[in-house]
């Protein structure tokens, strides 16, 4: 996430330079003293007997301005998108998962996530099992330094011999809050910041877990066009 303090310091530090640039650019030119013009020397009387000059025949006159071009068309206005939910009621229904176990440090946090999501995806590819729906990560504990989860993944046919590490489990159910997170990984406490504030004025009161469903592939998709709901299961 961007750090604003070094931000606004180094726009303090461009800001002199600007001022600079513009006042330079801003005055107004010097006028240069004229140089004075050669003096012309007179011509001499023409000779008796010789025919005089030709008068110049005057200048054709200007044609008219072209008309202006017709201004476009306007074009129609984009259409209104419609605002995510954000703390939208729900009610989750479990669903037949293939679990896989994981915990990881804030600092390499969603390359953990990937990895688990990554090694769930090729074993059931291996066995032609296809997924029931998207994948999930559901966040069990959390401190300063990092936090366990499980990866999750829906199916309706259960794997056979299921490497270590994996096993077969049901996502969570019952009562939950709905909010939507667009964006990088690296923003998601923003989202998190957001929520624990609705929950707050809302006198509300959330189970120690929190799940994230991936709603684009986060395998495949660029990690600035994410977008994942965020469920916040209530007490």
Sequence with gaps: MMNF???????????????????????????LPATPAPAVSASPSPAP????????SPAPAASPPASPSPAPAAQAP???????????????????????????????????LIDSLKALSTMLDKQGIKPAGNPMIVYTSTDDTGFTYLAEIPVEQEPKNLPKGMSMGQSPDGKALKFVHRGSYDNMDNTYEAIT???????????????????TDPLKTAEDKLVINVYVPLK
């Excluded at 303090?5 to 006028?31: N, Y």
């Excluded at 007997?49 to 110049?56: D, E, I, T």
């Design 5 to 31: 303090r070094l931000f606004r310091l180094a726009f303090a530090a461009l800001a002199p330079a600007a001022a600079l640039f513009l006042v330079a650019h801003e005055a107004p030119a010097q006028s």
């Design 49 to 56: 007997g010789a025919s005089p000059a030709p008068v110049a």
């Design 78 to 112: 984009a259409p209104v998108q419609t605002a995510d939910p954000f703390g939208e009621p729900i009610n989750l229904e479990g669903k037949k998962v293939v679990v896989a176990k994981g915990s990881a440090n804030w600092d390499t946090a969603f390359d953990t």
């Design 197 to 215: 504030n609705h929950l707050d004025e809302k006198k509300l009161e959330a189970k120690d877990m929190f799940i994230e469903e991936y709603i």
